[in-house]
């Protein structure tokens, strides 16, 4: 996909994370696509995580610091691609506010994911939602279908799509 404008970013302190928020965001960080919660326990293990409830509450963290992402669709995680150096000295993450969109393209076939901000989308929603009286907490935006690296499928595959 091609790269999108973004905002101005909201720079702000790196937040200290605990010992399991730093092995899950490192996981995270070096997956090749997203990964489920237990996904994360079986990798991180050896390192001392045995719970689910361990990997839900670092998750539960780096997302509030805008530092990992829920891809609803999927039930799985992703590292923000917009954050700063990683928690040593800044943070800069577009959508880090209660209101920002967090917009994600899904690959079918490969399962990447592309993390994307768009400034016209961005407004569409909000003038859709302020015309309506609706007041969105937070805005995720998920598009399906296939990335640029990967082939078309078949018509017959795509038929019931």
């Known amino acids: 996909m091609a790269a999108h404008a973004h905002a101005p970013a909201h720079i702000h302190a790196a937040p200290d994370l605990t010992k399991n928020q730093a092995l899950v965001l490192a996981a995270l960080e ?7 919660a237990y996904a994360l326990l079986d990798q991180l293990r050896d390192q001392g995580l045995r ?7 670092a998750l539960e963290k780096l997302t509030a610091f805008g530092l990992a992402h829920r891809l609803e669709s999927l039930n799985a995680f992703v590292a923000c691609a917009h954050r700063g150096d990683h928690g040593h000295g800044g943070h800069a993450c577009p959508h880090d506010g209660a209101h920002r969109l967090m917009a994600f393209a899904i690959c079918e076939s490969c399962g990447g994911v592309e993390e994307f901000c768009d400034a016209a989308v961005e407004q569409g929603l909000k003038a859709w939602a302020s015309g309506r009286g609706f007041r969105p907490a937070r805005t995720v935006l998920e598009l399906r279908g296939l ?12 038929a019931g799509a």
């Open 147 to 158: 990335c640029a690296r990967c082939p078309a499928r078949p018509e017959a595959e795509t």
């Open 30 to 36: 070096k997956a090749e696509g997203p990964l489920s």
């Open 51 to 57: 719970a689910p409830l361990q990997i839900y509450r």
